[in-house]
């Protein structure tokens, strides 16, 4: 099963238009004890839903949390945040398919270390292309992730959705 890595930003937004479930259902999701405390235990002291979907999925299994390495790496003088620090910090030292992010600045230095990524959109083209969901339930998707993303996302993910 592919092994993903979600940071803060593409597991709230996951959780928020409720795909997260399906997406875990198909793909082994992988979040970082600091991702999980920035969505979930800071989400869960301002009673968001998102935070609350989360913790499920972790106490039922579903998704795992991690520590990520202690050790220093070369990407630590990068401006990057904790939680995107610790997913970077994860991939290096194991073995994860693919990184899904939202935050340019963390998908530029990805791309310039040639990391595997896609942005949060792009998990919606995984559910369907993987058989969780058809081209319809997609797009919905899709439409409820449209005011969160950037319009290029949306219009490169819609495209593939509707080329398939």
């Given at each position: ?55 499920k999925l972790v106490s039922d299994g579903k998704i ?101």
């Amino acid at each position: 099963m592919m092994k993903i890595l979600l940071d803060a930003d593409a597991s709230i937004k996951l959780a928020k238009i409720s795909i997260i479930e399906t997406f875990a259902a198909g793909f082994e999701v992988i979040i970082t004890a600091e991702v999980y405390g920035e969505q979930v235990t800071a989400g869960l002291k301002r009673n968001y839903p998102d935070a609350k979907k989360m913790e499920k999925l972790v106490s039922d299994g579903k998704i795992t949390v991690v520590k990520s390495t202690e050790k220093s790496s070369v990407y630590d003088s990068l401006v990057l945040g904790r939680g995107e620090k610790s997913v970077l910090n994860y991939y290096l030292a194991n073995d994860v398919d693919l990184i899904i992010s939202d935050d340019e600045a963390f998908l530029k230095i990805l791309d310039n270390y040639a990391v595997p990524f896609t942005p949060v959109a792009g998990a919606i083209l995984m559910c369907i292309m993987h058989g969780l969901m058809n081209k319809e339930q997609g797009l919905k998707y899709l439409e409820l992730l449209t005011p969160m993303i950037r319009d290029e996302n949306m219009f490169y993910i819609k495209s593939k959705i509707e080329g398939l």
